[in-house]
């Protein structure tokens, strides 16, 4: 399984946001997109799940043209994201927001559901039990019958990812998972997403969190207006000179990268964390 972007373009009206970019993402392992505010990151995750369309190029999910199809048709090829922004049903309960993963494709979908209800209960219990599986991995058991809307901020982000999980995708998107989180919970997220990785899923994390990515990413793609600027290990990322001209426009290292993404916290009003 491969995921791969081919001369990818994307253009707002006259704004490029995506200037040729080609890339493939082995499964097993986990893929870094970093780069300056506005290099095109989030556009990358929001084409490969389909919220924005492609102007030109492709995206291919093991000989699957992903740009092809609808946003629906894509998350049921085994693409699952989650938002910069915490997008949760606010009113439902962190169970209830996973087990909604299931509908339709899982629920009702036969006659025999329909006809026999100790068949469809059976289902209901499996379905139940492996949302509650996936709240447990995320610390969050305690939690299933609390409305979203009312857990804490890092408990949100983490139902969020839980949710994107439940359904075992194979294409796992994280646009920004740790903004907004403290340094506990930067670093319980940053275990988290280590354990989720598996021979068979492709996670891409769109992150500033410098430690995040460095510690976690086995393969990180640097972005720079809207191109691919550098792709390679962390350790060769940070010896790149292109890429610390690109974020500070002089050649430092890359505690200058981590102080930059930090201002941007601090305009976000987001967080800033202070390195121990
Ligand atoms: N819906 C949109 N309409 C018009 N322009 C957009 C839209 N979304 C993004 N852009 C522009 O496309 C460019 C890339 O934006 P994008 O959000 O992908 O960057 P980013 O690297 O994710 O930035 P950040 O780190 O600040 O989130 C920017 O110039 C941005 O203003």
Redesign the pocket.
């Known amino acids: 399984m491969t995921l791969a972007f081919d001369r990818l373009r994307k253009e707002?009206g006259q704004?490029v946001?995506i200037d040729d970019v080609t890339a493939s993402f082995a499964p097993g392992l986990i893929h870094g997109v970093i780069?300056p505010?506005?290099?095109?990151?989030?556009?990358l995750i929001n084409m490969t799940a389909g919220s924005y369309t492609v102007s030109s190029g492709s995206i291919v999910l093991d000989g699957k043209r992903l740009d092809r199809l609808k946003k629906y048709q894509i998350a049921n090829s085994g693409v699952a994201r989650t938002y910069?922004n915490i997008r949760l049903f606010d009113q439902m309960t962190a169970l209830e927001n996973l087990e909604v993963c299931f509908y339709p494709t899982d629920v009702g979908g036969t006659w025999k559901e329909v006809l026999w209800p100790p068949y469809a209960s059976s289902r209901r219990d499996r379905r139940r039990e492996k949302c509650m599986e996936i709240l447990r991995f995320f610390d969050l058991q305690g939690h299933a019958d609390a409305e979203a809307g009312s857990l804490p901020y890092g408990r949100q982000r983490m139902l969020e990812i839980a949710r994107a999980l439940v359904c075992n995708p194979r294409v796992l998107l994280l646009d920004e998972p740790a903004a907004g989180l403290n340094h506990h919970e930067t670093a319980e997220l940053t275990a988290r997403l280590a354990a989720q990785r598996s021979p068979d899923r492709i996670t891409i994390i769109?992150e500033?969190d410098m430690d995040l990515v460095m510690a976690l990413c086995d393969n990180i793609i640097v972005?720079h207006h809207?191109k691919l600027l550098f792709q390679g290990t962390p350790a060769e990322v940070q010896a790149s000179t292109d890429v610390q001209l690109a974020y500070l426009g002089t050649a430092n290292d890359i505690d200058d990268i981590r102080a930059a993404a930090q201002d941007r916290r601090a305009q976000l009003g987001i967080r800033t964390r202070r390195r121990s």
């Open positions: 707002y704004v946001a780069g505010n506005g290099a095109g990151k989030s556009t910069q769109v500033h972005m809207g």
